[in-house]
């Protein structure tokens, strides 16, 4: 089968930049995707890596280690909008993506 | 504008009693997703399709049945099988990902309170 882990919470002041972490076990693997959900909403779709290494897109980033089963989303430049929960999604090849438990960030003034 | 469409918004039911939740997407999509949320537990996948007349069950599909007679339409039945159905539903579609479109469209969801 396949897990993800994710912190479940995350703390940060307007401005600073944050980092929320994403280790993966599957028995393949096609990709991970990044998604934003605030409170009460829909997931909206921000970020996948298929390969190694740095995607970036405006403020947010994403990384992945295929090696370490490893990613993580970075956001810069911190805003208020941005506390909202993130979840990593696994595409292991099945035609469907799983989803970690989500981290819930709280951006501070 | 194309997206999903999730209906109703919020829905109240009586031990017992079987729901059903409907969602239709206007994307041309092949597959589609439902997915349950609990608070802690994130996303959990309860069925999908890939074509029509055709589809799976995922982590969680017990209690749950679903049709898809019509590429725009995946509508999901609560059964009062369902033991603890009291969540937050979520309507998703994509290309496929085996194609290698790997985002996925969400629907608005559906929050479902059992009385």
């Known amino acids: 089968g396949q897990s993800l882990e994710q912190p479940s919470e995350v703390t940060a002041v307007e401005g600073a930049i944050v980092q929320i972490n994403c280790t993966y076990q599957t028995s393949g693997f096609y990709g991970l995707s990044w998604y934003q959900q605030h409170d009460g909403g829909a997931p909206t779709f921000l970020s996948y890596?298929?390969?190694?290494g740095l995607e970036e897109t405006g403020r947010f980033s994403s990384f992945l280690s295929r090696s370490d089963s490893y990613g993580y989303l970075l956001l810069q430049e911190l805003q208020m909008k941005d506390s909202a929960s993130y979840f990593c999604g696994l595409n292991s090849g099945y035609s469907t993506l799983t989803f970690g438990k989500g981290t819930m960030l709280l951006v501070s003034p | 504008d194309g997206g999903i469409t999730q209906s109703p918004k919020y829905l109240f039911r009586k031990e017992g009693q079987n729901v059903t939740l409907s969602c239709e997407q206007n994307l041309n999509h092949d597959a589609m997703y439902w997915y349950r949320q609990d608070p802690g537990q994130g996303l959990r996948l309860i069925y999908y399709s890939q074509i029509v007349n055709d589809f799976q069950k995922g982590d969680i599909a017990e209690g749950y049945s679903v049709s898809r007679e019509k590429k725009e339409s995946f509508p999901l039945t609560v059964t009062s099988a369902q033991k603890n159905p009291t969540a937050f539903y979520l309507c998703?579609?994509?290309?496929?990902?085996?194609?290698?479109?790997?985002?996925?469209?969400f629907g608005a969801g559906s929050r479902l309170t059992v009385l």
């Open positions: 890596n298929g390969l190694d």
């Open positions: 998703a579609s994509t290309l496929g990902l085996r194609s290698g479109a790997n985002v996925l469209t």
